[in-house]
């Protein structure tokens, strides 16, 4: 089945570590996305990418970074900059930028908390 | 800045009754109104998803009202069921270009 995983489900990071929130995807979709989710303030734009090797910023990006070396592929690592990195992370994708509004597809998420 | 407004917060109906959340929009540049319902730990689904050049859009029990010249649209939910208890985002985007989101609304059911 086609679709988009993430992982770990759940992970945990202490304080001044970097830790790397994987996001693949068999949709052969050319766009991708990172969503920050907090209570109450709905879906949050970290990162986004059009095509491989490209990538832009969203609204709150710092303190994270990616790369998308592969269509398939567009890892998220928090850093230690992120003040306040704990949160429900998602990534989703889409068929493409520009293109007909098909909505995105998203992942199951993963947990991050620091303790 | 918030372009996607969305109400109530949270909502409580009865099994049987019918749902409704609203959204408003400022961009009018916006084509593409998709809703997407979240349950607890997964990722949110596309739900119903309607263009601007109609005024509603009905699939099975989920219809959503769209008011271009307010910047207004709404999901309703008929014959509410328990099993429709979660969480439920409208979007706005240009031709799925740069999707905003509203901040969510938590609709319980009650049996």
């Known amino acids: 089945d086609g679709g988009i995983t993430q992982s770990p489900k759940y992970l945990f990071r202490k304080e001044g570590q970097n830790v790397t929130l994987s996001c693949e995807q068999n949709l052969n979709h050319d766009a991708m996305y990172w969503y920050r989710q907090d209570p109450g303030q709905g879906l949050r734009l970290i990162y986004y990418s059009q095509i491989v090797n490209d990538f832009q910023k969203g609204d709150i990006a710092e303190g994270y970074s990616v790369s998308r070396e592969k269509k398939e592929s567009f890892p998220l690592t928090v850093t230690s900059a992120q003040k306040n990195p704990t949160a429900f992370y998602l990534c989703?994708?889409?068929?493409?930028?520009?293109?007909?509004?098909?909505?995105?597809?998203f992942g199951s998420g993963t947990r991050l908390t620091v303790v | 800045q918030q372009q996607v407004k969305q109400s109530p917060q949270s909502l409580i109906v009865q099994k049987g009754g019918i749902s409704i959340i609203n959204c408003a929009y400022e961009n009018t540049a916006f084509d593409y109104f998709p809703w997407y319902q979240q349950f607890p730990g997964k990722g949110p689904a596309l739900l119903i998803a309607?263009?601007?050049?109609?005024s509603e859009k009905k699939e099975g029990r989920f219809t959503i009202s769209f008011n271009k010249s307010a910047k207004q649209f709404s999901l309703h939910i008929m014959d509410s069921q328990p099993g429709d208890s979660a969480t439920y985002f409208c979007?706005?985007?240009?031709?799925?270009?740069?999707?905003?989101f509203g901040a969510g609304t938590r609709l319980t059911v009650k049996p």
């Open positions: 309607i263009r601007p050049d109609v």
């Open positions: 979007a706005a985007s240009m031709w799925g270009y740069d999707m905003r």
């Open positions: 989703a994708s889409s068929p493409s930028q520009g293109g007909p509004g098909y909505g995105y597809t």
